[in-house]
């Protein structure tokens, strides 16, 4: 078990690029969840897949945003057009599906700190 | 609509002493509750989970804390504060047997340990 990875750490970009940004979770867990963090507040909820399917969005992911999670494996989520606003922590986490729904936990990877100029 | 609210953004004790970290839920079914640590530029890592056994939940770390579904609270508490508890802790809830679930995160205590 080597836990949820991230790739990059950090990443600098200016605004109107496109990023993306990359998880593996944990190799055995069949859902993933990519959350944005920002300072001074707790992670929120931007969306989820078990295993290939993409399950849940919220409405904070807008339509430059996109996320995807070909082989039920790593996932990754891209930006479009970037603006300032999206500067924050984005973080990944995985979890294994327990049968009854939101008790399992979650593991989360150190996360990708992503910063828009 | 669940929600999560964490009382007090910081909170300051001496080493040895007390730690206790407020956090009331909003749920319109029992949740379940979560408590994780979040040290600087890392993610989350789960201290504790209620999940509907025993409403006093024992973590790592020598943290725990108490289910009161009168008071829709889930404190969390340690005896003696120790330097490295110094963090940010998030308290989470999460629906029970919802499909497409999401996890809600509280806005976080920063906690300050002085030797």
């Known amino acids: 078990d080597t836990g949820v990875s991230q790739d990059p750490r950090h990443k600098i970009t200016k605004r109107g690029q496109n990023v993306t940004f990359r998880c593996d979770p944990i190799?055995?867990?069949?859902?993933l969840y990519w959350y944005r963090q920002t300072l001074g507040q707790g992670p929120e909820f931007l969306t989820y897949f078990q295993n290939e399917a993409q399950l849940e969005k919220s409405r904070l992911l807008s339509d430059r945003f996109s996320a995807e999670r070909p082989k039920g494996s790593f996932s990754t989520l891209e930006i479009q057009r970037t603006e300032q606003g999206d500067s924050a922590m984005y973080l990944c986490a995985s979890s294994i599906s327990s049968g009854t729904g939101s008790g399992e936990t979650q593991y989360f990877g150190p996360g990708t700190r992503l910063l828009v100029l | 609509a669940q929600s999560v609210t964490q009382l007090g953004s910081h909170v300051s004790v001496s080493e040895g002493a007390l730690v206790l970290l407020r956090c009331n839920y909003s749920?319109?079914?029992?949740?379940?509750l979560f408590w994780y640590v979040q040290y600087p530029n890392q993610g989350l890592q789960l201290l504790l989970k209620?999940?509907?056994?025993?409403?006093l939940v024992k973590g790592i770390n020598g943290f725990e804390a108490e289910f009161k579904k009168s008071e829709t609270s889930f404190h969390l508490t340690k005896p003696s504060a120790h330097m490295s508890d110094a963090a940010e802790y998030f308290c989470a809830v999460s629906l029970p047997n919802t499909g497409g679930f999401k996890t809600i995160f509280g806005a976080g205590t920063r906690l300050f340990v002085k030797a």
């Open positions: 749920s319109s079914v029992p949740p379940y």
């Open positions: 209620y999940t509907s056994a025993a409403t």
């Open positions: 190799s055995e867990h069949n859902r």
